[in-house]
């Protein structure tokens, strides 16, 4: 089975505060910040819904991705959004 990478961005809100996060395992990492699992940033905000997220096939792809997202300005993270996730539902439940 080929290993996949997910850059995903999570927020506590529909336009809430943003976190942009990497990881081989998506759903592991949505029930980690789901149930308060990692400390830091996402815990402390309360940011447990994925509103958007995108894959990679290796980590040197996916690393890059997220921190340039994460220096992007919220407007042009919130336009990525829009275009995968219009109405800011939490992706979460349509993982597989």
Same mark, same amino acid.
């Given at each position: 089975?080929?290993?996949?990478?997910?850059?995903?961005?999570?927020?506590?809100?529909?336009?809430?505060?943003?976190?942009?996060?990497?990881?081989?395992?998506?759903?592991? &990492?949505?029930? #980690? *910040?789901? @149930?308060? %699992?990692?400390?830091?940033? !996402?815990?402390? *905000?309360? %940011?447990?819904? $994925?509103?958007?997220?995108?894959?990679? !096939?290796? *980590?040197?792809?996916?690393? +890059?991705?997220?921190?340039?997202?994460?220096?992007? &300005?919220? @407007?042009?993270?919130?336009?990525?959004? #829009?275009?995968?996730? +219009?109405?800011? @539902?939490? $992706?979460?439940?349509?993982?597989?």
């Amino acid at each position: 089975m080929e290993k996949r990478f997910f850059v995903y961005i999570i927020t506590n809100k529909p336009y809430g505060t943003l976190y942009t996060g990497m990881t081989e395992n998506l759903l592991r &990492r949505m029930f #980690e *910040h789901k @149930n308060g %699992l990692i400390e830091g940033f !996402s815990k402390e *905000h309360g %940011l447990t819904m $994925l509103v958007y997220y995108e894959s990679c !096939s290796t *980590h040197d792809e996916a690393f +890059p991705r997220e921190r340039r997202i994460k220096k992007w &300005r919220r @407007n042009w993270k919130k336009q990525l959004i #829009e275009k995968m996730n +219009p109405p800011w @539902n939490d $992706l979460s439940d349509y993982i597989i």
